[in-house]
């Protein structure tokens, strides 16, 4: 059978798959594994556990213990399959994290329904990421039945935590080596970036908690306490007057989709101060007090010209200028975590195959593009060290963590199809030996 033949047999056979597809994504679902806190990380893994054993994967189900996340009440699941070939060679990895936000208002639809409707599925996670997940699986399931000789291994993953830093997740799996350049030498992690897209990388991210301090006092007699929130008020206004012009004045030759997200941004993620919420069912009034502390989350995202320890020192430099400029001001400061930008080289081998993938089922170039947020990459490159890694999948960017979330179940077939000749052209018969 000739390369063209054989791309072909692919390309039908996961036509044929269109309701296994809509079928399985659909599954998928309706197991609504939100994060936080992490529910239903187990019931996912076996349900993908029985899956790839039929379809001749071994499974390894992987819970990461003491990572951060993990504990008895929500334990962070993660399951590994892997199926080799027939001959030597090289292995491709498919990573898709299986946990999905909260559903928030604004749905028409029944978030965990998997409705289908007008060629798309409706749900949280469809395009983020399970819409992906399934399109790997039957990529991998179609490519295994008609070259059964193939060489090198498939290996597919569904990790949890993504959406809150993936430590649960590709982080443990990568410091236990299962993403060692020994053991797998390419990945694609099925992120919705549109189905003519490869995604070479991401910003950094630096996410921290600044408190600002104060004193008690009764709140008819605010001279003789000292407001906190007041003091993060002045704190919001530097940022607003100082901080943020700055950072629209820091551009990136980095291909960072959208547009908007080539500069320097920083969203204040949460802000918390004096007294706290009251319990359900309390229904009296709050008591007159002084604020004596006051909190925020900042999530700033940078780009590959910049450096991390110059990113917070723009920070600390405005607390400091408070500090001494403002009577009484003071702070606490802690880093929650930081991670670096990365972006894999345009020649690397996944990109060329995947590049060549796209250009054969959709008839067009692709568009090289970097996230404006981080997903998983970022642990496969630092801590499994690891370079030849994208992120291709279906789905629109713009629709992740939206209510009404959908995924196009074309979109989901061309980008399987994109797949499996990917692992054609890697694995395929005529790759020599």
């Given at each position: ?159 949890a935590d993504e959406e809150t830093g993936g430590f ?217 060290l690891l370079k030849n890694c994208i992120a291709y ?41």
């Amino acid at each position: 059978m000739t390369t063209s033949d054989l791309h072909a047999r692919l390309c039908a056979e996961i036509d044929a798959r269109r309701d296994d597809l809509i079928a399985l994504t659909q599954d998928l679902i309706r197991i609504p594994t939100v994060n936080p806190p992490g529910n239903n990380y187990r019931e996912i893994c076996e349900y993908l556990a029985k899956r790839l054993s039929k379809s001749g994967y071994a499974v390894e189900l992987i819970r990461a213990e003491g990572m951060i996340g993990d504990s008895d009440k929500y334990p962070r699941w993660n399951i590994v399959a892997r199926r080799e070939g027939g001959r030597p060679g090289e292995t491709v990895h498919f990573n898709s994290h299986h946990d999905v936000v909260e559903t928030g208002s604004g749905w028409t639809f029944d978030p965990f329904g998997g409705k289908l409707k007008d060629g798309k599925i409706y749900g949280r996670g469809t395009c983020d990421m399970k819409g992906g997940l399934a399109a790997s699986i039957i990529a991998a399931e179609v490519f295994g039945d008609l070259v059964r000789e193939f060489a090198g291994a498939i290996e597919i993953s569904g990790t949890a935590d993504e959406e809150t830093g993936g430590f649960g997740g590709v982080a443990y799996l990568a410091g236990k080596g299962y993403f060692s350049p020994e053991r797998v030498q390419h990945v694609i992690i099925p992120e919705p970036l549109n189905k003519d897209r490869i995604c070479l990388g991401h910003r950094g991210v630096w996410w921290a908690e600044i408190e600002t301090h104060g004193r008690i006092a009764h709140g008819s007699m605010p001279f003789l306490g000292d407001s906190a929130i007041r003091h993060m008020a002045a704190l919001l206004r530097e940022f607003e007057d100082t901080l943020y012009p700055a950072l629209a004045n820091k551009h990136t030759a980095m291909p960072v989709v959208p547009p908007g997200a080539r500069q320097s941004t920083m969203n204040i993620n949460s802000i918390h101060g004096g007294q706290p919420e009251p319990e359900d069912g309390f229904t009296g009034f709050p008591a007159p007090v002084v604020a004596h502390s006051a909190r925020i989350i900042i999530d700033r995202r940078y780009l590959i010209e910049e450096s991390p320890v110059a990113v917070r020192q723009e920070v600390i430099d405005l607390l400091e200028k408070l500090k001494r400029e403002r009577a009484g001001f003071s702070y606490e400061i802690k880093d929650l975590w930081t991670i670096s930008p990365t972006m894999t080289e345009k020649d690397a081998p996944i990109v060329r195959s995947v590049a060549k993938a796209i250009h054969e089922v959709l008839g067009l170039a692709p568009e090289y593009v970097v996230s404006p947020g981080t997903y998983d990459q970022k642990h496969i490159d630092r801590i499994g060290l690891l370079k030849n890694c994208i992120a291709y999948g279906p789905g629109i960017l713009d629709l992740a963590h939206q209510p009404d979330e959908y995924v196009g179940v074309d979109d989901m077939l061309d980008s399987a199809k994109v797949m499996a000749l990917t692992l054609s052209d890697l694995l395929g018969p005529d790759r020599a030996e």
